[in-house]
């Protein structure tokens, strides 16, 4: 296939197209990047949401219905499904066509879940990539769905528009644990499975923790709102309220987010590129075979392997 | 302070000295590779053992248990409590604290609490450095206690030689949702909170999922153990797993994942580096500042201004 004839066609929104790449990105192919080039003009139109939150907070039935109030508000929606890779779950497929089930029939709607294994920051890297492949592809709102735990998905987080964190009644020591932090992300909170006991005195606690904020006078207010997502129940004024940050970002905040996007996929790329073509010339010319002999044998630290190795393929200063 | 005078005092065991040094790694202080370097020779004999489990199991208790039960046999113990990041926890200084006091009268014990921000992999890249400290200080186990949960914490785990998971009862869900990475990985499954409601039957669904693994005749069975970490209950069984665990490495499994160790840490600073380096320079001669203009300006894509600053550091091919 000629070079960026995958992103032409991604452009038009073929969803086939779409498909192919994102197993590209994820299968890590070099042509992607190409791709990736020739979508970047068709960037940065998207309102790019995340939802943040435990498992068992319900996080995926509200995305779900989330979806479902954009759809009837004519807006077209993508969704990156982030399971933490590896060892610890196994849930991302399975989650995946439960949901393309539902939606299947709706053009409007394109999901894609994620559960990268490989290197440190893979998953921060194929996530963007795959937000900028919906937004291109001409997606009017892109959610982001991440449990929030792990700098990967700090990284993810923090480079969406609007942030929208998912807790459930009886959470009290969860809060505790997390409001150092949590407070600095979240837009807006939302207290899932409301019907439960003790959901007025979540609410009641969030509202305090986030009144010890010293808020200026331009700053946004995070809200907390109450849902029952099973049930629809709250979902509406979460996405007014959704719609209600992208108004307030206004064209200054929007474009900061736009180019700390795009100045952070630079650096990681710079970092991923630098260190895969180092890499090769090592193995071309037999340097890492010894080096990985050295350390194996323990005769050389890594810090210093590392130095040797960095000498080899830099210009000299 | 001359060059490796603080790992000298690292070897020797000093507390202020590896204390100092870990604050430099934390901050990630230049001079602290040079130290690294200089207590490689040292490092290699501690028994490294993850303690991986979300939050509410109960796994700091356990931790401390753990400690004192190894005390009472007379061996030394370097903590590395990991909780992840950033806008999502702030738990670390606390936890450490009172940790802290219980311990803080016994010089066999040392306990550091990681919360480190800071780019992707930073966390994972800490860790490793400071259980190298810590082996290098003299102690002989060294724990390594994570939510498990992120690719930083996969990789932390990963480099372990023992790996114990602690759950809870009526996790059985959560069971269900994370068994297909968790029994990769997991060496030891503890049962804690064992007088709940339940405690057999999560047992017995842990021990129904390990039975569906092929072991081969030369495997490590994983082992399934109740306990009750707060009234020490299970605690010297446990501790007596962990070690038969250490036995069953012998040497030729021990040295297999020292030299993955090793040559993860070459790796992982080879990307560093050369990032580092790389930006450097690109400052230095005013690429970097044009870059960063054009992508601002959206003039150019972040893969393209990657592959120019690449070809611009590179000695040419």
């Given at each position: 296939m000629r070079e960026s004839q995958l992103a032409e066609a991604v452009i038009r929104?073929?969803?086939?197209?779409?498909?192919?790449?994102?197993r590209d990105i994820d299968d890590e192919i070099s042509s992607a990047r190409e791709e990736l080039k020739a979508l970047f003009p068709y960037t940065g139109r998207a309102h790019i949401v995340g939802i943040t939150g435990s498992p068992g907070t319900g996080k995926s039935t509200l995305v779900d219905h989330i979806i479902q109030s954009y759809r009837q508000r004519k807006r077209t929606v993508g969704v990156v499904a982030v399971d933490p890779t590896s060892p610890f779950t196994g849930g991302a497929i399975l989650g995946d066509r439960v949901r393309m089930q539902r939606h299947s029939t709706?053009?409007?709607v394109f999901i894609?879940?994620?559960a990268t294994r490989g290197h440190l920051g893979g998953l921060s890297r194929s996530t963007h990539?795959?937000?900028?492949?919906?937004d291109a592809m001409g997606k009017d709102v892109v959610l982001v769905e991440t449990v929030g735990v792990g700098q990967d998905e700090v990284e993810i987080?923090?480079?969406a528009h609007t942030n929208v964190v998912v807790l459930i009644p009886g959470m009290g020591d969860e809060i505790q644990a997390i409001k150092a932090g949590i407070l600095e992300?979240?837009?807006i909170f939302v207290v899932n499975k409301?019907?439960?006991e003790g959901a007025d005195k979540t609410v009641r606690e969030l509202e305090i923790?986030?009144?010890?904020?010293?808020y200026g006078p331009d700053d946004w207010r995070p809200v907390v709102l109450k849902t029952e997502a099973i049930h629809h129940k709250g979902v509406e004024e979460l996405v007014d309220q959704i719609e209600r940050h992208r108004e307030f970002l206004g064209k200054r905040l929007w474009e900061e987010k736009q180019r700390a996007r795009v100045h952070g996929k630079f650096m990681e790329t710079l970092r991923d590129l630098l260190y895969e073509e180092a890499i090769k010339r090592l193995r071309e010319n037999g340097l890492w075979e010894k080096l990985m002999r050295s350390l194996g044998e323990r005769s050389l630290d890594p810090y210093s392997a590392a130095e040797e190795a960095m000498a080899h393929v830099l210009r000299p200063d």
């Open positions: 929104g073929e969803v086939r197209a779409a498909a192919r790449l994102m709706d053009e409007g894609r879940s994620l990539d795959i937000v900028d492949v919906l987080v923090r480079l992300v979240g837009d409301a019907d439960r923790m986030l009144e010890m904020n010293n």
